[in-house]
């Protein structure tokens, strides 16, 4: 169960991502594993919510409709937004590579093989692996 040592409430992934289908399929599986879940389709929608929680991980694709995942993470650090963020993309160039590690973000590449994400998240909230379902969380299309 992937709970928050300190509220015991499950702990949150926010996925951004234009992929409706990825969207959902990570919505999914992240529940799946216990993880409160929530998605949005671009930059904008999550830099318009005003009450994050204090205790979650992000999950952003490099390839956003509005913005590049690199610029969300500024704007995120801009507001004084320190929650981990991990980096999702296809085919990452070394440029690109750098510009991630330099922000101190993780980068997986897609497609999402294996535990690569799941292990990424984990290592994010510093804990190990759990399983039971928790909550469906939010799912915004």
């Not at 830099?47 to 204090?54: N, Q, T």
């Not at 690109?96 to 093989?113: S, T, W």
Request: with cysteine; charged share 20%; aromatic share 4%.
């Amino acid at each position: 169960m992937a709970l928050n040592a300190r509220n015991h409430r499950p702990e949150t992934v926010i996925v951004v991502d234009a992929d409706a289908g990825l969207r959902h399929s990570l919505w999914f599986s992240l529940a799946a594993e216990g993880y409160a879940v929530s998605t949005f389709a671009n930059g904008t929608d999550l830099l318009s919510v005003h009450d994050l929680p204090e205790h979650a991980c992000l999950v952003v694709d490099y390839n956003l409709p509005d913005m590049t995942g690199l610029e969300l993470v500024a704007r995120l650090r801009d507001r004084r937004i320190g929650l981990p963020i991990i980096l999702v993309t296809n085919n990452p160039n070394m440029p690109l590579r750098r510009r991630a590690q330099k922000a101190g973000v993780p980068m997986i590449e897609k497609p999402l093989l294996g535990d690569s994400l799941l292990n990424g998240i984990l290592a994010a909230f510093g804990t190990s692996n759990g399983g039971a379902i928790i909550d469906r969380g939010k799912h915004h299309e």
